[in-house]
């Protein structure tokens, strides 16, 4: 009875870390691809005026992009969103 307790436990712990993936790859899917482009240079060590040259814009308008990718992730902090982007990488999603 005990293996099957522990197996059913296990099972739904990798639901949950399943889910939770998933969850975490919709919340990228919504990105726009302007979105996308800033977060891959800022990830990439980009500051915000380095990004902003690179795209031919403002420094504002990626002030702008980063803050509403950090509302559409979920993110509380950069450093919180890089390590999404690298437990995404690690799932493979």
Do not use: W
């Not at 889910?19 to 726009?32: I, K």
């Not at 891959?40 to 795209?55: F, Q, V, W, Y």
């Amino acid at each position: 009875m005990t293996a099957i307790e522990r197996a059913l436990a296990h099972d739904q712990s990798v639901r949950a870390a399943l889910q939770d993936t998933e969850t975490l790859r919709l919340r990228f899917a919504s990105l726009t691809p302007r979105e996308g482009e800033v977060l891959t240079r800022l990830a990439a060590g980009h500051t915000n005026k380095e990004t902003s040259l690179s795209l031919g814009v403002t420094e504002r308008t990626i002030e702008a992009h980063r803050a509403k990718l950090m509302q559409k992730l979920d993110a509380q902090s950069f450093a919180h969103l890089v390590r999404m982007i690298k437990d995404l990488e690690y799932c493979g999603a």
